[in-house]
């Protein structure tokens, strides 16, 4: 597609639910990126994918929090057991590469959870 | 480390007046420095980037923005702010000599807002 799309845009779940957040990035770039943006703060990095292995998760707050990207096109975000402290707006980017290639970013998914 | 400051929570300006947005950077070499912005419940969209080369860089929307090394610093201006400019920028920084050159980390964001 001509952007990056996020899906669902918005998802309210209860503690405890499992949740799944889906990007599909610009047709052809091979690095894509999962970033958290609380309120009122920046884009924080999770993960990083080149291809389809996870090139860097050291982002990732735990272990509820898993990414994959199996074809190395539509990557999902996984997050077990949701907490309260999970709601903010999840960010996914694509870019040709790395290094000097800007970051195309989608809409993003609001997470919240009650 | 890589990191980023915007020291201004807020920036108001009036219509037709100059607007700067400022940002300094941390990094152990020389940086990869971009400008975003976000309109509410929107993605981040890309304003202008500094690789190398003329120290002014200029982008979308009549966006410029002057690297200065010594200062660390990279600000974002425009000379003329209109009331569609109202919206959270974010300074984002790379460091292409490090082993994670991919990674790219934002300041906290300066809210604009330009009155009519």
């Known amino acids: 597609g001509a952007g990056v799309s996020q899906t669902p845009s918005n998802k309210v779940t209860e503690k405890g639910k499992y949740v799944e957040l889906r990007c599909d990035p610009i047709?052809?770039?091979?690095?894509l990126y999962w970033y958290r943006q609380s309120l009122g703060q920046g884009p924080e990095f999770l993960i990083y994918?080149?291809?389809?292995?996870?090139?860097?998760d050291s982002g990732l707050p735990n272990d509820r929090f898993f990414a994959v990207r199996p074809e190395g096109s539509v990557s999902t975000l996984k997050i077990q057991r949701t907490e309260r402290g999970d709601s903010a707006m999840y960010l996914c980017?694509?870019?040709?590469?790395?290094?000097?290639?800007?970051?195309?970013f989608g809409a993003g998914s609001r997470l919240t959870v009650l | 480390a890589q990191s980023v400051a915007q020291p201004e929570d807020q920036v108001n300006v009036a219509e037709g007046n100059p607007l700067t947005v400022k940002c300094t950077y941390s990094v152990s070499g020389n940086p990869y420095l971009f400008w975003y912005v976000q309109y509410p419940n929107r993605g981040l969209q890309f304003l202008l980037k500094?690789?190398?080369?003329?120290?002014l860089v200029k982008g979308s929307y009549g966006f410029e923005a002057e690297f200065n090394k010594s200062q660390t610093s990279f600000h974002l201006k425009k000379p003329s702010a209109l009331v569609s400019d109202s919206a959270l920028y974010f300074c984002?920084?790379?460091?292409?000599?490090?082993?994670?050159?991919?990674?790219?980390?934002f300041g906290a964001g300066t809210t604009v807002t330009v009155r009519a």
């Open positions: 980017a694509s870019s040709y590469r790395s290094g000097a290639n800007v970051l195309t």
């Open positions: 047709s052809g770039h091979t690095a």
């Open positions: 994918f080149q291809g389809t292995g996870a090139a860097d």
């Open positions: 500094y690789i190398t080369g003329d120290n």
């Open positions: 984002a920084v790379r460091d292409p000599s490090s082993s994670n050159d991919y990674k790219l980390s």
